[in-house]
């Protein structure tokens, strides 16, 4: 490809490797990992085919302050998004980008986003000198032959440029995470659909397939062709009647959309599986429902936190093939997160490469440690995960974490009250990205981060997907809110499992049965509508946590107005109304 010389002159690479996808290959580039200490193979026979990875200590987490998107002009990035001007923005990164690879091999990376030959699928070529990056592609993404071919046959692709942005000259030796933290871009061109990263390694960052493409550039080409990227989770659900529903959720980084994914129902006899636990790529068949699709091939998923009781499918997912970034390791060669266990192993080495012991402060794992394992060794994952058609959506349920506003769970009275919903939400950031945890901030649809264009506009779109087919059609919208805490502090409501209530009460407000009260923020569930059955909890609890608090919602009103201000004209006037009605409401 022309394209991949042309690149090769700039970046300078000792060699040019173009990846099959094989099982030889991923095996070769993980003995070459281990080479150079990036990787240290997992005990065989407790975690076969496994690997951990320490990173740089500053190359942990997505970097937002250093994510661009370079439109044409500031307004098409919004107010949300870092903006540079792309030809400005170009001939900065070219500068680091010229001999960045030197001393280096620079893999070329042909991958598909969604199932091979899916009409809905989109492919991208990622040229990076991280073989780490390569083998966790080969995990999340679809890498073969098969790529290779539809892009001989002129399939058109996302060009995806990424260096580490550490050349290694005669004298330099090579260290075990590459990185460049003061010179860092995570850069975004929506116009003409590419992507150029340098000076990370890690997550979001580098594997350009994930948040980059399936979500920055593929909402600039959602808006354009009429469908949505989303920060979703899809999962499946089946009622004890036999029926199945599917439903997608956005919740924010850190915020619970792989724990809800993998949920094990304590309800008896209903039923959840697996198709996805970040990403969903919607449009609508030709039955007028809105069909999702999951683009991604594995999970990258948050390790601590992750235990037998919250999540056993993870765990199970877990058994080999995978590989752990800045997890603690044990004596014995395999891995450790908080809460895996109810106490920590003898002789951890914590994610720095020092060994831990309780005394040592921090937590031996990363609070965003994750996990790179294949989505079909799910136990949970559903059979017609990868359907190229995708599935039709029930509805569709936003949430975050926010301590005191919010209830448990609400429907939302119509497509566009439900939109108003996404736009709206809030929630505490996490250890997902850099930078303060636990601050309160607006992150609508949970795709905040991750939209490749003005968020106003973004809210626009949705109110016009609204309008394209029959209402009666559309996946009914829901808010839910699991992280709701008492005074004391407690979370109120128990969570994972146990959410498989709200769930139950969601599909049975979709099938007309649920028993439900208006209330300003919508319907929520009527006193003895949701299952509690076996579940002991306190009867002052589930009131606040189904509780409208006038007060709260006051203060709440006056930031979601200065929030709707910021995008000035691109806000919807039909989101405004909204916020006059639930303002009447609440006064009412
Ligand atoms: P990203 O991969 O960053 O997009 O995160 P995610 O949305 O997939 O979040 P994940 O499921 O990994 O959950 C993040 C953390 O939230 C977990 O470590 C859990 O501790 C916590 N969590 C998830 N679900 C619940 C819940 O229902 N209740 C409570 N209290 N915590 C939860
Ligand atoms: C997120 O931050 O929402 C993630 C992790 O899913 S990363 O892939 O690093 O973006
Ligand atoms: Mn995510």
């Given at each position: 490809m022309r394209w991949v010389q042309a690149w090769?002159?700039?970046?300078?690479?000792?060699?040019?490797?173009?990846?099959?996808?094989?099982?030889?290959?991923?095996?070769?580039?993980?003995?070459?990992?281990?080479?150079?200490?990036?990787?240290?193979?997992?005990?065989?026979?407790?975690?076969?085919?496994s690997f951990a990875a320490l990173s740089h200590p500053a190359d942990v987490a997505r970097v937002e302050n250093r994510t661009f998107i370079a439109s044409r002009s500031q307004h098409e990035a919004g107010p949300t998004n870092n903006w540079r001007d792309p030809t400005e923005l170009r001939s900065?990164?070219?500068?680091?980008?010229?001999?960045?690879?030197?001393?280096r091999c620079m893999y070329v990376v042909p991958f598909c986003m969604g199932p091979i030959g899916s009409p809905f699928s989109q492919i991208g070529v990622q040229l990076t000198?991280?073989?780490?990056?390569?083998?966790?592609?080969?995990?999340?993404?679809?890498?073969?032959?098969?790529?290779?071919?539809?892009?001989?046959?002129?399939?058109?692709?996302?060009?995806?440029?990424?260096?580490?942005?550490?050349?290694?000259?005669?004298?330099?030796?090579?260290?075990?995470?590459?990185?460049?933290?003061?010179?860092?871009?995570?850069?975004?061109?929506?116009?003409?659909?590419?992507?150029?990263?340098?000076?990370?390694?890690?997550?979001?960052?580098?594997?350009?397939?994930?948040?980059?493409?399936?979500?920055?550039?593929?909402?600039?080409?959602?808006?354009?062709?009429?469908w949505m990227a989303e920060h979703m989770l899809i999962l499946g659900v089946t009622s004890p009647a036999g029926r199945k529903h599917y439903v997608a959720a956005a919740f924010p980084s850190g915020c619970g959309k792989t724990n809800m994914a993998m949920m094990i129902p304590t309800l008896r006899d209903w039923k959840v599986e697996t198709l996805g636990d970040d990403i969903a790529w919607l449009r609508f068949g030709e039955d007028g429902r809105l069909w999702a699709i999951n683009p991604e091939n594995g999970f990258f998923g948050i390790a601590p936190g992750t235990s037998p009781k919250t999540n056993y499918n993870a765990l199970a997912s877990l058994g080999g093939n995978c590989i752990f970034t800045n997890v603690a390791l044990t004596e014995d060669g395999d891995v450790w997160w908080q809460d895996l266990t109810d106490s920590p192993p003898p002789n951890l080495t914590s994610w720095d490469g020092e060994p831990w012991t309780p005394e040592s402060g921090d937590p031996p794992a990363h609070p965003n440690a994750r996990f790179t394992a294949p989505a079909a060794q799910c136990p949970s994952i559903a059979p017609e995960w990868e359907d190229p058609q995708g599935v039709p959506l029930s509805a569709i349920i936003f949430g975050g974490r926010r301590g005191s506003v919010g209830p448990l769970v609400t429907a939302a009275r119509s497509?566009?009250?439900?939109?108003?919903?996404?736009?709206?939400?809030?929630?505490?950031?996490?250890?997902?990205?850099?930078g303060k945890v636990g601050q309160v901030r607006f992150d609508p649809f949970a795709i905040r981060p991750f939209c490749g264009y003005n968020l106003g506009d973004y809210m626009g779109h949705w109110l016009e997907m609204g309008e394209r087919t029959d209402q009666g059609l559309l996946p009914r919208i829901f808010w839910v809110n699991w992280f709701r805490r008492g005074d004391d502090g407690r979370f109120?409501?128990?969570?994972?499992?146990?959410?498989?209530?709200?769930?139950?009460?969601?599909?049975?407000?979709?099938?007309?049965?649920?028993?439900?009260v208006e209330t300003p923020l919508g319907f929520l569930p009527a006193p003895g509508s949701l299952d509690l059955s076996g579940l002991p909890i306190p009867a002052a609890d589930l009131e606040e946590l189904l509780r409208v608090n006038t007060s709260v919602w006051g203060e709440e009103l006056k930031l979601i107005r200065n929030h709707y201000e910021s995008f000035e004209d691109r806000l919807p006037k039909r989101l405004w109304e909204e916020v006059d009605r639930l303002e009447a409401l609440l006064q009412g």
């Open positions: 090769r002159a700039v970046l300078a690479p000792d060699d040019v490797h173009l990846c099959s996808g094989s099982d030889s290959e991923y095996e070769h580039l993980c003995r070459r990992l281990e080479a150079s200490g990036t990787f240290r193979r997992l005990n065989r026979e407790l975690r076969p085919n900065e990164m070219l500068e680091h980008f010229r001999g960045a690879m030197r001393g000198d991280s073989p780490y990056v390569v083998v966790n592609s080969r995990i999340m993404t679809r890498i073969g032959d098969n790529v290779i071919s539809e892009l001989e046959g002129g399939h058109s692709f996302v060009p995806c440029i990424h260096s580490v942005g550490a050349p290694l000259t005669a004298s330099s030796e090579d260290v075990p995470w590459p990185c460049n933290p003061e010179n860092r871009y995570i850069a975004h061109f929506p116009e003409t659909r590419e992507i150029w990263a340098f000076g990370s390694g890690y997550g979001g960052n580098a594997l350009l397939g994930k948040k980059c493409l399936a979500l920055r550039i593929a909402s600039a080409i959602a808006r354009d062709e009429g497509w566009a009250h439900g939109v108003f919903m996404g736009s709206i939400l809030s929630s505490e950031t996490t250890a997902a990205a850099t109120l409501w128990p969570g994972f499992s146990e959410n498989s209530r709200v769930l139950r009460w969601i599909v049975e407000t979709v099938e007309g049965t649920a028993k439900s």
